[in-house]
């Protein structure tokens, strides 16, 4: 049960003075929280806004920063009262996303050689990868920024692992790093997979949570790439990818896909204002991804 204490009476009375100065009802709250992907009950807004109770655990935490966006309020403004929480929960171990025989085995010795530290006390929060297509069609860059939890023990250090469309001697560039720095990267000799390490400023011990973000780029010799994909080893909170054309560069068709252990389901998608998103709550382990293409 959630514990009372000085960190819930200040969330509870920000959380109430929101609530009064918006205007809004519990139970219109509710109902915008669950059109978000954030169902809670009622009561539990109930006990939160009384001090009864205090939101603990990932799926509480991302309720309250649904209260947050449909608040107005800034990032932060409540999340920020409540400190790590207690209630981490069971977390699944980690299995590659990747279904070929080769992209698993070259994931695993790619890690190796990276010496990359064990990513089994790691909580994936929330992803939100832009991508930004050119002219040609391919993407240009990516900016992708990223909330993880420990679950126990302490990260100092994330490994992240791309995969070319076909083979070559070219990597991805990673630069503007926020949060942390680059610190090893890596080219497998099949010179399909690459790997990167980003060293966090600050580590995070069981409970805590860090946020990063990176830019990559695709230099001259890089495959041309006409999708964009995450791929994460365990359920995440959150996963947001949104893919931004170049007015001039338009494509006629778009499809978001997913491909888990158990199916792989695509569909068509519209593009609206230049752009096309996918939003997933719990996705994972799995890909998710967006490709698109060009008639004639």
């Not at 204490?5 to 920000?14: I, N």
């Not at 309250?64 to 966006?69: L, P, Q």
């Not at 993880?148 to 990673?174: C, F, H, N, Y």
């Not at 593009?271 to 004639?296: E, K, M």
Request: negative net charge; hydrophobic residues 40%.
């Amino acid at each position: 049960m959630d514990g009372v204490d000085d960190r819930g009476s200040a969330f509870a009375a920000a959380f109430r003075a929101a609530i009064a100065e918006r205007g809004i009802t519990l139970t219109r709250l509710k109902s915008l929280l669950a059109d978000d992907g954030n169902p809670v009950s009622a009561a539990t807004l109930s006990y939160w806004r009384s001090g009864d109770r205090h939101p603990e655990g990932p799926q509480s935490l991302s309720v309250v920063e649904g209260i947050e966006n449909r608040l107005g309020l800034d990032r932060g403004h409540l999340t920020s009262l409540l400190g790590p929480s207690s209630r981490l929960g069971p977390v699944a171990p980690p299995r590659l996303p990747f279904d070929e025989e080769r992209e698993q085995r070259e994931t695993a010795e790619t890690l190796h050689a990276l010496n990359a530290a064990a990513q089994d006390s790691l909580r994936d929060l929330s992803t939100h990868v832009t991508a930004f297509v050119g002219t040609d069609g391919a993407v240009e860059r990516i900016v992708m920024r990223s909330l993880v939890q420990a679950t126990r023990g302490t990260i100092s250090e994330i490994p992240l692992i791309d995969v070319a469309p076909v083979e070559s001697d070219v990597m991805s560039v990673i630069s503007d790093v926020v949060g942390g720095r680059l610190d090893r990267e890596y080219l497998h000799p099949g010179r399909l997979l690459s790997g990167v390490v980003i060293a966090l400023d600050q580590p995070v011990t069981t409970g805590g949570t860090t946020l990063f973000e990176f830019t990559e780029t695709f230099p001259p010799g890089y495959p041309p790439r006409q999708y964009v994909w995450h791929a994460t080893s365990r359920p995440a909170r959150e996963t947001v990818i949104w893919v931004r054309f170049a007015p001039d560069a338009i494509p006629t068709w778009c499809e978001e896909y997913v491909e888990t252990e158990e199916e792989y389901a695509s569909s068509m998608r519209g593009i609206h204002g230049g752009a096309v998103h996918v939003a997933r709550h719990g996705f994972g382990p799995g890909v998710l991804g967006i490709r698109w293409g060009y008639d004639g």
